[in-house]
């Protein structure tokens, strides 16, 4: 099939702006997205082809609601009008606690580890508010910085919303979106509404510049923790507070401690007690248990 012409399908002007404002790689260049169906992804879609990329839709169906199939049809006609080749993987996440959590990490594992995501600076001020009441450290509170694999970080959802109206794409529309079990929900459509009240502004751009700003503190910290043995009790506790605090959450990350994106901060402040000599062992959430013996600290299922 053709490949869409940017002058054609009303695709001029607004979205041939949005796509070349985007840090989409070199026209020509292969790519993936991941595309659900939704506005965000089906928008991805779109400006990625409008850019020149080579791309390939591909839709996981997690097979947690009856329709998942038709929403897999509605990707399938977008990537065929727009040029692009299509793929459906099926995953399993059984019902129950955490859904979001491990429905993410399923689809993840299917999909590339370059693939593109049509996160938004929506998308971001809502994790970066989560990860906030979650005690996340510098990463969390930085989280989904716009590069290469999420190029349309910097638009907005009602961005997302017209190039799909412009497109004229059906849009597949979640019902879980709605459903206050889910925290992100309740962040998306309690807690930012009500803080926007409060700030008598916008707060999503306020949000995504400190955002930008951390990722910059976030970058030189990695770089100091690198060069610090996590493992070594007397060189955690004489490192300043911040530089250990860093460097016990990346560890117990890399361990498999927390949801696989952040961890608690009261976990981190035990293990650098453990350090110090205030306790020989403590607990950390995921089953993991964190002990210092001969002056170095190891981390063991309990």
Known sequence: MDRPDPTDRGLTGFVADLAAGCPFPPPGTPVTCAVSGGAD?????VLATVAGCVVTAVHVDHG???????????????????????RSVAVTVEPGPNLEARARRARYSVL????????????RAETILLNMLRGAGLAGLSAL?????????????????KVCEVAGLEVVH????????????????????????????????????????????DAFMAQQAAELDVTSARR?????????????RGWLLQAGVGDGYTVDAAAVERVLG????????????????????GGRLRIDPR
């Open 236 to 248: 955690l506790s004489s490192a300043p507070a911040a530089l250990a605090s860093y460097a016990i």
């Open 64 to 86: 947690l609601r009856a329709g998942s199939g038709a929403e897999a049809d509605v990707v399938a006609r977008a990537a065929s009008r727009y040029g692009a080749a299509f």
């Open 174 to 217: 979640d019902p879980s979106n709605l459903d206050p079990v889910h925290r992100r929900n309740r962040v998306r459509h309690e807690l930012l509404p009500l803080a926007d009240e409060i700030a008598g502004r916008d707060l999503v751009p306020v949000l995504t510049r400190q955002a930008d700003l951390l990722a910059e503190v």
């Open 274 to 293: 453990v350090a110090r000599g205030d306790a020989v062992a403590t607990e950390v959430s995921g089953g993991w248990r964190v002990s210092r013996s």
């Open 145 to 161: 910085a716009p590069g290469p694999r999420r190029p349309l970080a910097r638009l907005r959802r009602t961005d997302t919303e």
């Open 41 to 45: 992804s089906l928008a991805l879609l």
């Open 112 to 123: 590339p580890v370059d693939v593109l995501t049509g996160h938004t600076a929506d998308d």
